[in-house]
């Protein structure tokens, strides 16, 4: 089989498929909690902390000179970030909450509670000793 036959199977399995629409849609949905933190839930915060801009709180390590650029630790950003990851991590976790509870349920195999008879090879209950119908030894 060749390279692209080969690649052409493993691209159409199912979950290969299912993983990249995962991909797509998580992408896609950390663009939207990107925005919600930055936009609306930053915003109300900084303002209740005395008007803080968290994306430009900043510790500056070395000053702008006119050969280099300012050194900085960006931590504002990195709160945003942080709180990014928060909400997604929370989102996901619903999510899987929510398909474990709507997955069927794997049923557990019942062990037998009756056997047969070897004599007469009538149904009996699994802990008879003797054969109700035949009277025979069961051992």
Do not use: W
Not at 104 to 124: G, R
């Amino acid at each position: 089989m060749n390279m692209l036959a080969e690649f052409k199977d493993f691209a159409m399995r199912g979950n290969v498929a299912d993983m990249a629409v995962g991909i797509i849609i998580g992408g896609a949905f950390g663009k939207i909690v990107s925005s919600l933190v930055n936009d609306v839930i930053m915003p109300p915060i900084g303002l209740l902390m005395g008007n803080v801009d968290f994306s430009n709180l900043v510790i500056t390590l070395q000053d702008k000179t006119a050969e280099t650029e300012a050194v900085t630790l960006r931590y504002g950003v990195f709160i945003n970030t942080t709180l990014d990851f928060i909400i997604v991590a929370f989102a996901i976790f619903l999510l899987i909450k929510q398909m474990n509870r709507f997955r069927k349920k794997e049923e557990t195999p019942v062990a037998p509670n009756v056997k047969e008879c070897p004599k007469c090879i009538s149904k009996i209950d699994i802990r008879a000793i003797r054969c109700p119908h035949c009277t025979s030894d069961i051992a």
